[in-house]
């Protein structure tokens, strides 16, 4: 059970899912030391340097983590990898004596995070890949439904919701790419010694045998070996991993950003789930604030500096390694996972249970859409023979007179002005004008290209 008389971060409770949480467990962690430290045992039986029976030793113990009595030798040695050594040791009395032969602590270290790194990416696509189909239902059910889409935080021109949702899923797809990337050139340090030259392994097998003794590790651990590396995998790794979960976070946070505006009831189009027994506000009883677009956004604000410091412990990584960079890894590798896993699992609630107010889409466009469709007009005036700049001036006029109606409350009164202009008369037919102003149908090929995104997010995920 949670302590909550002392400081628990947030993500040990409130944020984040349990899968997550337990891939960067303290326990996972060090099962994962163990599961290595056996490999190792087992590699080096093959050339005579471990009993059989102490691997068997070993294994028969490996997931005996003790973390009490790991952390009460750790206090006295201040070595937390070698406090797991002595309590293994003292588990499993006959093949205790021979962990770690050969190893510096991030043989084991870098190699355990790099399993974690790859849990953690598994996760993480799962999660997306979810999100991405949940978008998908939405374009399919709205690629036709027409909306007035805004440029400058200003009504434009029409488009579709299904439309504007596939901006959204394009981003996302993008990071689903860049992450599935991540995955597969996720490498360990491999078992190369205090400064990567495999020396202390050279003394106890020989130098010849080197590449065959850790090409049997990456096999036995299914994890690719940097080639080269010093007593750390390289650092860039860490950096290039958490700039890919930040440019997630950078997709979420846009998508939320802007749901946070469109929920507002001067727009109202669309709005997340509320629950009927839900708290707006403690002040306000009428607030239904949306929060969790909210919440979304604040853990992606976190998120963005995150690969900051990655880039800096890379960049001070001096010469063959320093600590400076072992206190801040416990913190950024496992809550860049868990903000990001936090932030994709309340944006797939969020669509989940979206609200679309079809009404209000209706009235903004019979709003603001009038205004976009004068371009039709004017373009199909002249093609009938009218001066285009006399034209545009004419319809400006007009334009301008309108907003100032809608802006006062009142219906826009665009097409009755246009469709009953002398001028405008003398090239277009009224009814020519009144359709030229049904705006619902001037977004283009937009419907097509929502459903092409849509098959292209399918075959995507199911590669």
Known sequence: MTDFENYQSPFTWRYGTERMRKIWSEHHKRLLWRQIWVVLAETQA??????????????????????PRALTIEDEIKHDLMAE????????????GIIHLGATAMDVEDNADALRLRQSLVLTLENLASLLNTLNTLITRYADTPLIAYTHLQPAEPSTLGYRLALYAQD???????????LTSIRGKGFKGAVGTGASYAELIGKENLAEFENK???????????????????????TILESLAGLGQSLYKLAFDLRFLQSPSIGELSEPFGGRQVGSSAMPFKRNPISAE?????????????????????HSLLERTLDDSANRR????????????????????????????????????????FAATERVLMAAVKAGANRQEMHERI?????????????????PLQDALSQDSHILIFLSSDQIRNLMDCES?????????????????KEIKK
Request: hydrophobic letters at 40%; aromatic letters at 8%; glycine letters at 6%.
């Open 46 to 67: 093959d050339y005579g340097l471990v009993t059989p029976a102490q691997v068997a030793d070993l294994r028969a113990h490996m997931e005996e983590v003790d973390l």
């Open 85 to 96: 050594i002595r309590t293994f040791a003292e588990q499993a009395k006959l093949g205790g």
């Open 172 to 182: 996302l797809l993008e990071d689903f790419k860049a992450i599935k990337n991540q």
């Open 217 to 239: 590790l990456s096999n036995k651990l299914n994890l690719t070996f940097y080639p080269v590396a010093a007593q750390t995998y390289p650092r860039k790794q860490d950096y």
């Open 295 to 315: 919440k979304i956004d604040s853990l992606g604000r976190y998120l963005a500096g995150l690969p900051r410091t990655a880039w800096e412990n890379a960049a």
């Open 331 to 370: 913190i950024i590798l496992p809550e860049a996972f868990l903000a990001v896993d936090e932030m994709l699992k309340t944006a797939s609630e969020l669509f989940a249970g979206l609200h679309v107010d079809e009404k209000a889409l209706r009235r903004n466009l019979k709003q603001y859409g009038p």
């Open 396 to 412: 400006r006029r007009h334009t301008m007179q309108a907003w100032e109606s809608v802006q006062t409350g009142e219906s826009n």
């Open 442 to 458: 001037y977004i283009g090929n937009a419907p097509e290209r929502a459903r092409e995104l849509v098959s292209e997010i399918e």
